[in-house]
């Protein structure tokens, strides 16, 4: 006899207390991301440096901060304006990189930039500039980073079909904020959107796990029966997650 909806909500929601298994469930989502940015980079050209990325690492070569990742797209369809953002702010270097970068390989027709700011805590630059091209509906195509995306850059990246050049294949621990227009929440909001792509970044149809008691379970199921507290909770605890 198959067991009640209710009964199997109770169980999906249990998962999340339980010190056991949603560790499990997090690795699984993990190892998605492992497994879905390897597949999607596997195609491209690494030694291709785009202009993009040779931006990003000039003027992370300007900043003080040896922590700092930057993050560079062209304003579409304006080639001649670049839109850039940092881990720490760093206008000094910004404002002596558009002196300099007409003098660089590519950089001739460029001859003005916008400096995203948001003061997310814990946004990679990447995820600020991609917030941005969202929030005024046009997509980067691609965006150069001074650094391998994170693998959580990378995973947003990707759903986004934005290109990028490497991935360290590794995450963060320095935390991780999930960006606006993957579903992440506003500066105080709780609220969790309900845009398919949050559950396309935590597992695709066929993601499973193992529990401790040796059920399995496809994430999306589970995922789809925890309350709206626990979904919030689920992407924190991926947002937190370390190496
Ligand atoms: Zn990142």
């Keep these: 006899m198959r067991r009640s ?29 492992e497994t879905e940015t390897k597949h999607k980079l596997k195609s491209k050209d690494l030694n291709n440096q785009n202009i993009l990325d040779t931006f990003a690492e000039a003027i992370d070569n300007l900043c003080n901060n040896r922590e700092n990742c930057t993050a560079v797209a062209f304003e579409t369809p304006n080639k001649n304006k670049l839109i850039i953002s940092t881990n720490y702010v760093e206008h000094d270097a910004i404002n ?11 950089g001739a027709q460029i001859n003005d930039h916008h400096y995203v700011i948001d003061n997310s805590l814990a946004k990679h630059a990447e995820m600020k500039v991609l917030d941005w091209f969202s929030e005024n509906r046009r997509n980067p195509g691609y965006i150069g980073i001074s650094k391998p995306a994170c693998l959580r850059c990378a995973m947003a990246l990707i759903l986004k079909n934005t290109d990028f050049c490497s991935t ?11 960006p606006v227009c ?17 559950k396309q970044f935590i597992g695709d149809e066929s993601s499973f796990f193992k529990t401790s008691q040796e059920e399995y379970f496809k994430i999306h199921e589970v995922y789809d029966k925890f309350n709206g507290v626990n979904k919030y909770r689920y992407l924190t605890r991926l947002e937190g997650l370390e190496n």
Aim: positive net charge.
């Design 5 to 33: 909806d209710r009964g199997q909500a109770a169980r999906a929601n249990a998962i999340i207390d339980s010190s056991y298994d949603l560790p499990r469930m997090l690795t699984a989502t993990r190892n998605f991301w």
């Design 96 to 106: 002596n990189f558009m002196r300099e970068v007409q003098n660089m390989p590519g």
């Design 168 to 178: 360290s294949g590794r995450i963060w621990n320095a935390g991780w904020k999930m």
């Design 182 to 198: 993957i579903g992440g929440t506003q500066m105080d909001s709780h609220k969790v959107s309900t845009d398919s792509l949050l």
